[in-house]
């Protein structure tokens, strides 16, 4: 094994990141942006794979990925649920330690934040956490990519959660504490984020009921659907409790007379958010949701030795 083999560096939470390294990382997205518009070719990852494991399916996750790959250079390995089953017809640990041998670097989308954890812990290589039930850290990198381009420095501002405590909710709680920011979350009682989280944001974040109070004065509104992926059958429940916390223009004209919309999509219209502030000028779904190529091209390019 070589060196960098043996201190390979992984992405499976913002925890993962230093606030130069995720700076750096967003500064870099912006330029590799900068580049594929303007048709310069940039492939520093030639001869590098990338594994794509998926055991829950996704649209940008999965394009974003292959195409940032094959931008660089490299080759992206498209395994879905039926291709391998982690944990359950081979070891977590023994699927890591063989996967890691063939490929320079593997993504995996799954639903326990454990499952990453647990293979990163026997990889030879850089693992990035795709998604998980826990944490989104490539979209929120994303997202902050996104508000940088459009309002600069987020340090100091404040954001509005509304809606479900969920992974994309508690990895703005990592990013808050990262890039001190505020957050406030606006959840139905029930639906809050982790306990322990909540308590390691200190000030950083307050967990509200209101969520015309959450956006006052707010600089970044950003909501996700009320039933995510595995959450169907309790939709009729989740309906009811989420009905006061749709983002519609009343709320929105609550905030900062300079705020932007963000959704990390799929969207559910006239769910979560209303067709005027997803398709209105607030709203940088669409830009969010290209950047998740440039910044993930970024973090390709940091984490596989090249």
Same mark, same amino acid.
């Given at each position: 094994?070589?060196?960098?083999?043996?201190?390979?560096?992984?992405?499976?939470?913002?925890?993962?990141?230093?606030?130069?390294?995720?700076?750096?990382?967003?500064?870099?997205?912006?330029?590799?942006?900068?580049?594929?518009?303007?048709?310069?070719?940039?492939?520093?990852?030639?001869?590098?794979?990338?594994?794509?494991?998926?055991?829950?399916?996704?649209?940008?996750?999965?394009?974003?990925?292959?195409? /940032?790959?094959?931008?660089?250079?490299?080759?992206?390995?498209?395994?879905?649920?039926?291709?391998?089953?982690?944990?359950?017809?081979?070891?977590?640990?023994?699927?890591?330690?063989?996967?890691?041998?063939?490929?320079?670097?593997?993504?995996?989308?799954?639903?326990?934040?454990?499952?990453?954890?647990?293979?990163?812990?026997?990889?030879?290589?850089?693992?990035?956490?795709?998604?998980?039930?826990?944490?989104?850290?490539?979209?929120?990198?994303?997202?902050?990519?996104?508000?940088?381009?459009?309002?600069?420095?987020?340090?100091?501002?404040?954001?509005?959660?509304?809606?479900?405590?969920?992974?994309?909710?508690?990895?703005?709680?990592?990013?808050?504490?990262?890039?001190?920011?505020?957050?406030?979350?606006?959840?139905?009682?029930?639906?809050?984020?982790?306990?322990?989280?909540?308590?390691?944001?200190?000030?950083?974040?307050?967990?509200?009921?209101?969520?015309?109070?959450?956006?006052?004065?707010?600089?970044?509104?950003?909501?996700?659907?009320?039933?995510?992926? /595995?959450?169907?059958?309790?939709?009729?429940?989740?309906?009811?409790?989420?009905?006061?916390?749709?983002?519609?223009?009343?709320?929105?004209?609550?905030?900062?007379?300079?705020?932007?919309?963000?959704?990390?999509?799929?969207?559910?219209?006239?769910?979560?958010?209303?067709?005027?502030?997803?398709?209105?000028?607030?709203?940088?779904?669409?830009?969010?949701?290209?950047?998740?190529?440039?910044?993930?091209?970024?973090?390709?390019?940091?984490?596989?030795?090249?």
């Amino acid at each position: 094994m070589t060196s960098h083999q043996t201190a390979c560096r992984h992405l499976l939470s913002l925890r993962d990141l230093t606030l130069d390294e995720a700076r750096a990382l967003i500064a870099r997205a912006i330029e590799l942006k900068r580049m594929q518009t303007a048709g310069q070719a940039f492939r520093p990852l030639v001869g590098k794979t990338l594994a794509m494991i998926f055991e829950k399916s996704s649209t940008r996750t999965r394009v974003s990925f292959e195409v /940032g790959m094959a931008q660089l250079g490299g080759h992206a390995l498209f395994l879905s649920p039926r291709d391998t089953q982690l944990g359950r017809g081979e070891p977590i640990e023994d699927s890591a330690r063989v996967i890691s041998r063939m490929v320079d670097a593997v993504m995996i989308r799954t639903f326990e934040q454990q499952t990453v954890e647990r293979f990163a812990a026997h990889s030879r290589v850089p693992v990035i956490n795709g998604l998980t039930d826990r944490y989104h850290p490539c979209q929120v990198l994303a997202d902050l990519q996104t508000f940088y381009e459009h309002r600069g420095e987020i340090q100091g501002k404040r954001v509005a959660w509304v809606g479900d405590g969920n992974n994309m909710c508690q990895t703005f709680m990592e990013a808050a504490l990262l890039f001190e920011f505020e957050l406030c979350v606006a959840c139905p009682e029930g639906f809050e984020p982790d306990a322990e989280l909540i308590a390691a944001c200190g000030d950083r974040c307050r967990i509200l009921r209101d969520p015309r109070e959450a956006v006052q004065g707010a600089h970044l509104i950003a909501t996700d659907v009320w039933a995510s992926m /595995g959450q169907e059958e309790d939709l009729d429940r989740r309906r009811a409790a989420f009905a006061p916390y749709q983002v519609t223009d009343a709320l929105m004209d609550l905030a900062d007379p300079s705020a932007i919309f963000m959704h990390c999509l799929p969207a559910h219209r006239g769910e979560e958010v209303t067709d005027s502030i997803i398709d209105g000028p607030r709203s940088v779904v669409w830009d969010e949701a290209e950047n998740r190529l440039h910044l993930q091209k970024a973090l390709l390019e940091f984490l596989i030795p090249h």
